[in-house]
């Protein structure tokens, strides 16, 4: 049995199988776990989500901004799909089944045994790894409710910017939805901020990366995350970053999780141009 961390997919199939093929998966054995960005921008979105979901349980998959991107369009009408790799997905004979495959994935997933927390950006530096999982069900929750249409309109907005155990609604679904699926930067009081998104370096003043705020509440488990090509492999401990910008022309990275952390990636053959 082996258990892999597998980089932001979007849409990149042939990369993907490639990189199966490398790992040499067992699917009656193995575990592999998705960061989240299945879909959008690469060449054969509906491709990626039928190859993840012939898995079955072996797949792990934490959903990203992109995949929520896709579940707003979809299932709330909300603006206008531009990316035709997106409207590929929604016209595809079964994309009934995929969506609803789909919004059935978690947010989060830990694993106490291993010491690992996987999601698709990031943590609010006042939650711990229990906290993570609790508020994620909220998300999750949402998603696979008779409100979901509802859910997925309200959902998109910057504000608020801080974590309280106070907010209520709307709110506090936001803000679960945009530490798990979209934080790089954060002021070194936890507010979230996301005009900055290169690499570290780069961001506005005052800000730091969410994973050095000082204080962490989850700084002590490894965290697995996704979402920042601009910031590339990182691998520190407790922290392992692995969106690796397939989709940009770079590579797509698998970590090895259960043991030494040996890590295997696939050159891109189909994606967008770096830059």
């Not at 998104?197 to 962490?216: H, S």
């Amino acid at each position: 049995m082996a258990i892999h961390a597998i980089g932001d997919v979007q849409g990149c199939h042939d990369e993907l199988a490639r990189l199966l093929d490398a790992l040499h998966v067992d699917p009656a054995a193995d575990e592999l776990w998705f960061v989240g960005d299945l879909v959008n921008r690469g060449p054969r979105s509906p491709e990626v989500l039928r190859l993840v979901k012939s898995l079955g349980r072996a797949a792990v998959v934490v959903l990203g901004n992109h995949d929520l991107h896709l579940l707003a369009f979809a299932l709330a009408g909300h603006g206008r799909v531009k990316d035709r790799h997106l409207r590929a997905v929604l016209d595809a004979p079964d994309a009934g089944e995929l969506l609803d495959w789909l919004r059935t994935r978690p947010m989060a997933h830990y694993r106490p045994d291993l010491n690992t927390l996987m999601v698709h950006a990031g943590v609010a530096p006042a939650w711990d790894p229990l906290q993570t999982v609790k508020l994620a069900r909220e998300v999750e929750q949402a998603l696979r409710g008779e409100d979901c249409a509802a859910f997925l309109a309200s959902m998109y907005g910057d504000e608020p910017a801080r974590w309280s155990a106070g907010l209520t609604g709307t709110p506090r679904l936001r803000f679960i939805v945009n530490c798990l699926t979209r934080i790089r930067y954060c002021s070194p009081d936890g507010a979230l901020e996301f005009a900055s998104n290169g690499p570290p370096g780069t961001q506005a003043a005052g800000l730091v990366p969410w994973f050095e705020v000082p204080g962490r509440a989850a700084a002590a488990v490894r965290i697995v995350f996704g979402h920042w090509s601009s910031l590339g492999f990182l691998q520190r401990a407790n922290l392992l970053g692995i969106d690796t910008g397939c989709v940009w022309g770079r590579s797509l990275t698998a970590v090895r999780l259960d043991g030494p952390a040996r890590v295997t990636a696939v050159a891109c053959t189909a994606g967008r141009p770096a830059g």
